[in-house]
């Protein structure tokens, strides 16, 4: 497509082109700060004189939005559109329920607030509250998925915004097919289908991690498969105890794929999916040639790479580990694990002891460098790594080895949240300006 459109709709040029500068969004609820969250712009572009730096800091006009997950108005779905720019970062607040619609394209390295969707919107015309995954669709609208309705109670439903002017247009899907729970999904236009996954209940996870909350039926352990076209739920496959609160999902890049992987956090399992015949992992994420994918163990700390060219057999050919929950100075002792001889030690870098374990992954477009940040949520960074909260999260560079596998710890490169001018912050997802291996769904 890149060689008939002239690059005439959102996209790069080249790898390069797209490794300057990166947006995150920092997190000041559930710590001692009384300020708004903000959006973070990190200058990554190694010839700079500001490379590891934050460059730009826009606060959010509110106090504990809890801003999580980030999308784009336009995006690859939309590549042979010379009319459509990427040039609006779509910021859902997953406690408050507003969603900022942020201007990147007047001037990137320093974002400005562009429109505020507030809650009343989509709670009296969709029914929908705490919005997570944004996805641009091909035919300009962007859609948001839900976690519940305006009570705290779990709903997975879908939010349609205009793509121009940002209004809210109303549900995706049709009345009465909400799912139980909702968190993040992905679609794959060519076979008709979309897949939604299950976090639970916003007024059970609000606060924290309670485990009782998931005897009582307050996670999910399901995907929905829905129909592209009808907009219907169709099916529901229930991945039992194993497969408990399965968050992100991924299919492969390739839009003709029918196949995908989904990360789930409880017990730290990976599922394939896949069509007919049907068959604590944080973050999951694909690399854009399909060949390797890399999940984050938040609580135990490391970051894996399999070679999933074998889709059925997948190869672990890279491990890291960067913080968790068992470290040898810590206060767990592992007394058997089939894949460690020992303990893995506190990881010290630039003089700055990284609290808690690697959460939110980014990969560059050419698979060389893949970024990591230690915030998982605020109030389960404050129940599980209080010394997280404390001293903020940070962001790291891992170095891929793109041939054989392998992932390395680039030593020079440290992004510390902790000495942010307003106090320390808890930064989350990473975006890339012009797009990444998380946001962009080819049609």
């Not at 700055?352 to 940040?373: C, E, H, I, N």
Request: aromatic fraction near 10%; charge should be neutral; include cysteine.
């Amino acid at each position: 497509a890149a060689s008939t459109c002239s690059g005439c709709g959102p996209g790069y040029k080249t790898p390069l082109d797209a490794m300057k500068i990166v947006y995150l969004p920092c997190i000041y609820r559930n710590t001692d700060i009384q300020k708004p969250d903000y959006l973070a712009t990190v200058d990554i572009n190694p010839q700079s004189p500001n490379f590891c730096k934050v460059i730009h800091r826009l606060p959010m006009p509110n106090l504990k939005d809890e801003l999580h997950h980030s999308g784009w108005n336009a995006c690859s779905s939309c590549y042979d559109d010379p009319s459509k720019r990427r040039n609006r970062l779509i910021l859902p607040s997953l406690i408050s329920s507003r969603i900022y619609v942020v201007d990147v394209g007047t001037d990137p390295r320093a974002p400005r607030l562009h429109k505020i969707v507030e809650p009343i919107d989509l709670f009296w015309k969709c029914g929908l509250a705490n919005p997570h995954t944004s996805h641009c669709l091909g035919s300009g609208q962007i859609m948001i998925s839900t976690m519940g309705d305006p009570s705290g109670n779990g709903k997975g439903g879908f939010v349609l915004l205009d793509g121009k002017t940002f209004e809210v247009i109303g549900n995706w899907e049709k009345p009465g097919e909400a799912a139980p729970f909702g968190y993040d999904f992905w679609y794959q236009p060519r076979h008709n289908v979309m897949i939604s996954t299950e976090w639970g209940a916003p007024k059970a996870l609000g606060n924290g991690f309670n485990p009782a909350d998931v005897k009582t039926g307050h996670y999910g352990q399901r995907l929905h498969v829905w129909d592209w076209t009808t907009h219907k739920r169709i099916q529901t496959l229930d991945l039992g105890e194993e497969g408990a609160i399965p968050l992100e999902i991924r299919f492969l890049h390739n839009p003709a794929a029918a196949e995908g992987f989904v990360g789930c956090a409880l017990q730290s399992t990976i599922f394939r999916f896949y069509k007919t015949p049907a068959s604590l992992i944080t973050d999951i994420l694909i690399s854009l040639d399909d060949r390797f994918l890399y999940f984050s163990n938040w609580l135990h700390g490391d970051i894996r790479q399999y070679d999933i060219t074998d889709r059925r057999n997948p190869r672990m050919v890279g491990q890291i580990f960067l913080g968790g929950s068992i470290l040898k100075d810590g206060p767990v002792k592992v007394l058997e694990d089939k894949e460690l001889n020992s303990q893995p030690t506190p990881r010290i870098l630039k003089g700055k002891r990284v609290q808690g374990g690697p959460q939110m992954l980014q990969l560059s477009l050419d698979g060389r460098r893949l970024y990591v940040t230690t915030s998982l949520y605020s109030a389960w960074d404050k129940q599980f790594y209080p010394d997280l909260v404390k001293e903020g999260s940070v962001m790291m560079q891992i170095d891929v080895d793109t041939d054989k596998g392998g992932l390395k710890l680039n030593k020079n490169f440290l992004v510390d949240f902790g000495a942010e001018p307003d106090g320390p912050a808890l930064a989350h997802e990473l975006r890339y300006p012009g797009g990444d291996c998380t946001s962009d769904i080819w049609l």
